[in-house]
């Protein structure tokens, strides 16, 4: 018989004491554990929290803060939403947007999005509150998300007769105050106006204009 057939036919191994038993058992019960506690936090990431379950549908927002010439941001189904409130002056500057140098000055243009029946208008807005602009900042090239270019005059990268409005720094493409895009841009379409309705003098909804105030 080889020594290690020896070696193994007579190795018997030790038994455990009771407290290394007890110690080992309480060992493993505390790793089950804490795996446990690591995988709960891991598992609840899967579940829809209540914003995105709230992600598609309407928003309301507080503008009861929002002055003329200050813009805000928020989110409704995963898009930045822009309410600017447009001075008396810049709704002047509108006015003077040369109406032939649009691509679509009457919104009635549908391949990007249609445009809401009360939005068709030079201010693209509800004409109860014309100076608030509601409008998806986001450029319809490519998703870019234009800069504000609010003031009126010769600047880099625009023309000598700019009346204000918005550049896209991603491939240059320009739009007047009200979103609405200049011809021969690499944009095709003025941006986005969401459905929306003012339930009071402070309150808009974003994404449902059926609802009653």
């Given at each position: 018989?080889?020594?290690?057939?020896?070696?193994?036919?007579?190795?018997t191994p030790a038994p455990l004491d009771s407290s290394k038993r007890t110690w080992l058992i309480a060992s493993g019960c505390a790793g089950c554990v804490g795996?446990?506690?690591?995988?709960t936090?891991?598992?609840?990431?899967?579940e829809p929290s209540e914003l995105a379950k709230a992600a598609g549908g309407p928003v309301e927002v507080d503008i009861s803060g929002l002055k003329p010439g200050e813009k805000m941001i928020v989110a409704w189904r995963g898009k930045p939403v822009w309410i600017l409130n447009r001075t008396p002056e810049m709704m002047d500057d509108l006015k003077k947007v040369d109406v032939n140098s649009l691509a679509d000055p009457d919104s009635k243009r549908t391949n990007y999005s249609a445009t809401p029946e009360y939005a068709c208008n030079t201010a693209r807005a509800?004409?109860?509150?014309?100076?608030?602009?509601v409008m998806v900042g986001i450029c319809t090239h490519l998703g870019c998300?234009?800069?504000?270019?609010?003031?009126?005059g010769p600047q880099p990268s625009l023309p000598d007769n700019w009346e204000?409005?918005?550049?896209?720094?991603?491939?240059?493409?320009?739009?007047?105050?009200?979103?609405r895009v200049f011809k021969n841009q690499p944009a095709p379409?003025?941006?986005?106006?969401?459905?929306?309705?003012?339930?009071?003098?402070?309150?808009?909804?974003?994404?449902?204009?059926?609802?009653?105030?």
């Amino acid at each position: 018989m080889s020594s290690d057939a020896a070696t193994a036919s007579t190795f018997t191994p030790a038994p455990l004491d009771s407290s290394k038993r007890t110690w080992l058992i309480a060992s493993g019960c505390a790793g089950c554990v804490g795996v446990v506690a690591l995988a709960t936090p891991f598992v609840r990431s899967f579940e829809p929290s209540e914003l995105a379950k709230a992600a598609g549908g309407p928003v309301e927002v507080d503008i009861s803060g929002l002055k003329p010439g200050e813009k805000m941001i928020v989110a409704w189904r995963g898009k930045p939403v822009w309410i600017l409130n447009r001075t008396p002056e810049m709704m002047d500057d509108l006015k003077k947007v040369d109406v032939n140098s649009l691509a679509d000055p009457d919104s009635k243009r549908t391949n990007y999005s249609a445009t809401p029946e009360y939005a068709c208008n030079t201010a693209r807005a509800r004409a109860d509150r014309a100076n608030l602009l509601v409008m998806v900042g986001i450029c319809t090239h490519l998703g870019c998300s234009p800069n504000d270019r609010f003031a009126a005059g010769p600047q880099p990268s625009l023309p000598d007769n700019w009346e204000g409005g918005f550049l896209c720094p991603c491939h240059g493409s320009k739009y007047d105050l009200s979103g609405r895009v200049f011809k021969n841009q690499p944009a095709p379409d003025n941006m986005q106006v969401p459905p929306h309705q003012y339930l009071s003098a402070t309150r808009l909804l974003i994404g449902d204009d059926t609802k009653k105030a």
